[in-house]
Every structure is written in structure tokens, then in C-alpha cells.
């Protein structure tokens, strides 16, 4: 079993950057693929950006390619993502997710852990 807990949220101004982070427990998170997904009030949760096992085969949502970056740190069990030029609409509690497989994947249902999510709100 792996729990996962993300840190790094916060209320930031239009324009600013945002690192966020999930530590893994229970488990070594070096044989699972990761990634960041986002639910902004009202709506469903959507995928933001995944990677796979060994750090490679990155992939972005559209609306965050070119001021996003997904990465790992598999000694420090730990993912991490970092948005700059952050907008209003990138507003949403922001989960990660494990899954027991190495390759990265934008779909929700392929995912076997989720961390509890942590806030991010964009200020205009």
C-alpha cells in the first residue's frame, strides 16, 4: 500500500509559481508512474501533467504545457510540480496519484493510489 501526501499549496497572485510536492509512504515509488491531476470547484477532476517510473515520457494538459514541470525524486519518494505564470483558472485542490506500472498515463481509472489533495487559488 502507498499513501501519498501533497504540500505546497497556497493562495498566489496571477503570475506567480507554485512548487508543489507529494511524498510517498509504505512503499518505494520508484516502479510506479505519477501524475498530477486538479479539480476546480464545480467540476470534475481533470489530468494536469504525468510521468513515467525512471522520469521520462512527460505529458502535459494543454492549458499548463510551456509554464509547467512535472518531475521525480525516487531516493527522496517524492513527485513534484511547478507552475509558473499561474492564472485564476488554474484554481483547483491538486491530487497526485500512483500506478503500479511504469509507464506514464493521462487517464484517471489507470491510477491505484491518490494522495488527499492540497489547495491552490490564483488571485486576480
Known amino acids: 500500500q502507498v499513501q501519498l501526501v501533497e504540500s505546497g499549496g497556497g493562495l498566489v497572485q496571477r503570475g506567480g509559481s507554485l512548487r508543489l510536492s507529494c511524498t510517498a509512504s509504505?512503499?518505494?515509488?520508484?516502479?510506479?508512474?505519477m501524475a498530477w491531476f486538479r479539480q476546480a470547484p464545480g467540476k470534475e477532476r481533470v489530468f494536469v501533467a504525468t510521468?513515467?517510473?525512471?522520469?521520462?515520457?512527460?505529458y502535459y494538459r494543454d492549458s499548463v504545457k510551456g509554464r509547467s514541470t512535472i518531475s521525480r525524486d525516487n531516493a527522496k519518494n517524492t513527485l513534484y510540480l511547478q507552475i509558473n505564470n499561474l492564472l485564476p483558472e488554474d484554481t483547483a485542490v491538486y491530487y497526485c496519484?500512483?500506478?503500479?506500472?511504469?509507464?506514464?498515463?493521462?487517464?484517471?481509472?489507470?491510477?491505484?493510489?491518490w494522495g488527499q489533495g492540497t489547495q491552490v487559488t490564483v488571485s486576480s
Open positions: 496519484a500512483a500506478r503500479r506500472d511504469y509507464s506514464s498515463s493521462r487517464y484517471e481509472s489507470d491510477y491505484d493510489f
Open positions: 509504505g512503499r518505494t515509488l520508484k516502479d510506479y508512474a
Open positions: 510521468i513515467n517510473w525512471i522520469g521520462k515520457n512527460l
